[in-house]
Nanobody, 113 residues
Framework: QVQLVESGGGLVQAGGSLRLSCAAS?????????VGWFRQAPGKEREFVAR????????SYANSVKGRFTISRDNAKNTVYLQMNSLKPEDTATYYC?????WGQGTQVTVSS
C-alpha cells in the first residue's frame, strides 16, 4: 500500500502562488495509476481539482482551476505537484492527494482577500 504525504500549504494573499507536493512512500505509484488532487472547504463537499496519469502524464482539471493550476509529476522522486497561481479566496480549503484508494492527510491552503 502506498502512503501519501502532502506538503506546501500555507497562507497567501489573493493573486499569490503556492506549490503543493504529494510524496508517495511504501511503494511507487503503479504504472497505471491516476494521481489526483481534491479539496474540501469548511461546510462543503470534497471536490475534484486535478489529476494526472502516472505513466503518460495526461492531465485534467476542474473548470474552476483551469488556466491557474498545473499538475505535474516527477517519476524519479515519486512525487506529484500542484502549482497554484492567481489564487482566490474561494480556493481556501484543505487539499488532499489520492491514488488507488489511498488518501493523504491533507494540507491547508488559506487565501486572504
Amino acid at each position: 500500500q502506498v502512503q501519501l504525504v502532502e506538503s506546501g500549504g500555507g497562507l497567501v494573499q489573493a493573486g499569490g502562488s503556492l506549490r503543493l507536493s504529494c510524496a508517495a512512500s511504501g511503494r511507487t505509484f503503479s504504472s497505471r495509476a491516476m494521481v489526483g488532487w481534491f479539496r474540501q472547504a469548511p461546510g462543503k463537499e470534497r471536490e475534484f481539482v486535478a489529476r494526472i496519469s502516472w505513466s503518460g502524464g495526461t492531465t485534467s482539471y476542474a473548470n474552476s482551476v483551469k488556466g491557474r493550476f498545473t499538475i505535474s509529476r516527477d517519476n524519479a522522486k515519486n512525487t506529484v505537484y500542484l502549482q497554484m497561481n492567481s489564487l482566490k479566496p474561494e480556493d481556501t480549503a484543505t487539499y488532499y492527494c489520492a491514488s488507488e484508494n489511498n488518501w493523504g492527510q491533507g494540507t491547508q491552503v488559506t487565501v486572504s482577500s
